[in-house]
């Protein structure tokens, strides 16, 4: 069974460094087929893409937080991290971690965590 | 302001059938396949339709995709009350940052 499970903390503070990992399961980030992607979603607003990795180790990030985010990848450790700096109050979002197929589809999201930028 | 264009919302009565589009451009629905994914409130989104119009497995014939040029319709025939949700396109854009794209999301009422 494939399973995306992100962890990382639940508030931050404004111009803070936020790290989410993600940890999969059920499939092997050396996968030629497959890379993760980060992915938010602010309360009651649309989804935003924000970077992803490949097996390769290729990257690419959102151009309007590019600046601000780092992606990367332990193929040992079965994870996926990003790195958003200096947070704001508007960055307050559920972040998702979802695994792309064949550079088609997100076909396996995790469940989200919830951050808040908040002094 | 999201990059593909979706409405709003769209409302159907239960056993009808609604269309979701989608509304992009050459650099990401003109050359790129075109995902579509359900949100369930509270939920993760799940990917419904991929490759403009594949279903996953476990996805019901109700749902189907198509594509023509720079838009991408999601249709959904015998609507059901469990199919109220957030629906979203997405796909890949080759221009500036070469990533993910979505459409706002639409919102599906069965009245």
């Known amino acids: 069974q494939v399973t995306l499970k992100e962890s990382g903390p639940v508030l931050v503070k404004p111009t803070e460094t936020l790290t989410l990992t993600c940890t999969v399961s059920?499939?092997?980030?050396?996968?030629?087929?497959?890379?993760v992607s980060w992915i938010r979603q602010p309360p009651g607003k649309a989804l935003e893409w924000l970077a992803h990795i490949f097996s390769n180790d290729e990257k690419s990030y959102s151009t309007s937080l590019k600046s601000r985010l780092t992606i990367s990848k332990d193929t040992s450790k079965s994870q996926v991290v990003l790195t958003m700096t200096n947070m704001d109050p508007v960055d307050t979002a559920t972040y998702y971690c979802?695994?792309?197929?064949?550079?088609?589809?997100?076909?396996?999201w995790g469940q989200g965590t919830m951050v808040t930028v908040s002094s | 302001q999201s990059v593909l264009t979706q409405p709003p919302s769209v409302s159907a009565a239960p056993g009808q059938k609604v269309t979701i589009s989608c509304s992009g451009s050459s650099s990401n629905i003109g050359n790129n396949y075109v995902s579509w994914y359900q949100q369930l409130p509270g939920t993760a989104p799940k990917l419904l339709i991929y490759e403009n119009n594949k279903r996953p497995s476990g996805i019901p014939d109700r749902f189907s995709g198509s594509k023509s040029g720079t838009s991408a319709t999601l249709g959904i025939t015998g609507l059901q009350t469990g199919d109220e949700a957030d629906y979203y396109c997405?796909?890949?854009?080759?221009?500036?940052?070469?990533?993910?794209?979505f459409g706002g999301g639409t919102k599906l009422t069965v009245l």
């Open positions: 059920g499939f092997s980030l050396s996968n030629a087929r497959m890379g």
């Open positions: 979802a695994r792309i197929l064949d550079y088609v589809a997100f076909d396996i």
């Open positions: 997405g796909t890949w854009d080759s221009s500036l940052s070469a990533g993910g794209v």
